[in-house]
């Protein structure tokens, strides 16, 4: 036997055996026919011979006997359910499936959509579709029996998508703010240090509306062993921003304003690949990763940026309850019009998570980013530490966490016109969030989120000095 058969008889050992009902044969009391009489049986009599085929291994007389009874009802579960599991004892994997979708179509129970879904998502591992397979068992969730087999059927998803070299996540949110632009609390222009007064237009100042976003991405495994895989990566991020009248009025007040929502409007394509490899053993466990990736965006609808990233990532198991992750990257974005000169950046990461005795885990997160140009309001130097706190256990139906942070952004040569800020530009942001999954409430392993996020930034120059209040719903898969 090839490698490849083995692997997916394996593969297809990891899903929940089907729950076969097969009634018992109806006795009668008529005496036995000569041979070629023809005898006749109830539809539950059929079944129950169907049944028992399987049983034995006659393909051929249950999917005669399945075709029979779609004849008697084309949409009878049970016959699809037959005629599925009669081909896939011949070895017709593809048809085998279309027939369990048909016996899932047409279920009339809970336990007969369970059942003919945990066949389509083993006839579907079959024949190395694992991505489909994910599907099915998700859809198996919906009509589980009973409450108890849900893990079991999480630990198979997992252990199909791990098989899967399609690697696929969307996020979508959707988030009511009083600050949609990042503009300013005030409407005036005051620099510290500088004895002149000036007006910000509205489009400067803070913009209250809702942001959708929908982030797609995508990771496909090139090569993979059990020390390391390499992947090809593919990410689609869109923005759109809706104000609300009130904003629009102030976006639009001063003269020659033409402000709409498509103005605020981003979106991002990249492509990259990626390379990681396990090291150690133990409590030294961890990886090395190094990923590439270059990109393009556009903002308002028009072009506006290419870029180029390379970053080395570090994970290491420092103990049962301790992780450390440490980060390098390196990027440059070069401007599609205007005169704005490329941005060259340098950044660090550190993080440092401790599972507690009870469950719960706390992390603490450091960043450094450097960034220059020969545009002179480019070049700058971000400092930020943030604090994550993640509960195990729900407080009533929800699962919460908490972030809380502070930044520092410095920007040593910057000028507002033919003004320079005395001793540069400072920004100084303090920040948090509480983000709540509602796990009780999920679909097919999918369950609502809801993040309630605030920022304040002071600066030395009052553009800068910006507040926001908002509020972000979501969507999250839970395995």
């Known amino acids: ?25 109806a006795q009668t009391s008529q005496p036995a026919q000569p041979p070629g009489a023809e005898v006749t049986l109830s539809l539950d009599q059929a079944r129950g011979v169907a049944a028992a085929a399987l049983q034995r291994g006659d393909a051929g007389l249950a999917l005669q006997i399945g075709q029979g009874l779609l004849q008697a009802d084309a949409q009878d579960p049970l016959a699809h359910f037959i005629i599925a599991q009669a081909l896939r004892q011949q070895g017709r994997t593809r048809e085998a499936r279309q027939a369990a979708a048909l016996a899932y179509r047409f279920a009339k129970t809970d336990i007969q959509k369970f059942e003919a879904a945990q066949l389509a998502a083993r006839l579907s591992v079959d024949a190395g579709q694992f991505t ?45 703010s009083s600050n949609v632009n990042n503009g300013s609390d005030s409407p005036y222009a005051l620099i510290d240090g500088v004895p002149v007064i000036g007006l910000l237009d509205g489009l400067s100042q803070a913009l209250s509306g809702v942001t959708g976003t929908a982030d797609l991405s995508l990771g496909y495994r090139l090569q993979g062993t059990e020390a390391g895989e390499t992947q090809a990566l593919f990410r689609a991020y869109g923005s759109r921003v809706w104000l609300d009248d009130s904003a629009r009025d102030l976006a639009n007040s001063f003269p020659g304003a033409d402000v709409s929502n498509d103005d605020f409007s981003f979106a991002l394509l990249e492509a990259g690949l990626r390379h990681a490899q396990r090291t150690g053993a133990g409590a030294g466990t961890g990886f090395v990763a190094i990923e590439g990736a270059a990109g393009r965006s556009w903002y308002g609808g028009d072009p506006y940026q290419r870029y180029l990233r390379l970053g080395l990532t570090r994970g290491l198991k420092l103990s049962e309850a301790t992780t450390l992750s440490l980060g390098i990257e390196a990027e ?25 005795s009870n469950g719960d885990r706390i ?36 699962r919460l966490s908490f972030t809380l942070g502070a930044g520092e952004t410095l920007y040593p040569d910057y000028a507002v016109g ?62």
């Open 332 to 356: 440059r974005r070069s401007f599609e019009e205007g005169v704005n000169q490329p941005i060259e950046t340098l950044g660090l990461q550190a993080s440092l998570g401790y599972r507690i």
């Open 132 to 176: 489909r397979a994910q599907l099915w068992l998700r859809r198996s969730l919906l009509h589980a029996p009973d409450p108890a087999m849900r893990p079991r059927i999480e630990q198979d998803f997992r252990q199909v998508r791990a098989m899967d070299p399609l690697e696929f996540r969307l996020r979508l949110s959707l988030a009511p």
């Open 418 to 479: 033919f003004i320079a800020v005395p001793g540069g530009r400072q920004d100084d942001a303090v920040f948090g969030s509480v983000d709540i999954l509602f796990q009780d409430l999920d679909y097919a392993g999918f369950a609502p989120t809801l993040t309630l996020r605030a920022q304040k930034t002071r600066s030395n120059f009052s553009r800068f000095d910006a507040s926001e209040l908002a509020v972000s719903f979501g969507i999250r898969s839970l395995f």
């Open 363 to 398: 992390s603490l997160s450091l960043a450094w980013r450097d960034s220059d140009s020969d545009t002179r309001n480019a070049v700058s130097t971000r400092r930020t530490a943030f604090l994550r706190y993640d509960m195990a256990r729900p407080v009533g139906p929800a």
């Open 1 to 25: 036997m090839s490698t490849e058969p083995r692997r997916r008889h394996r593969a297809a050992a990891l899903i929940l055996s089907l729950l076969l009902a097969a009634p018992a044969l």
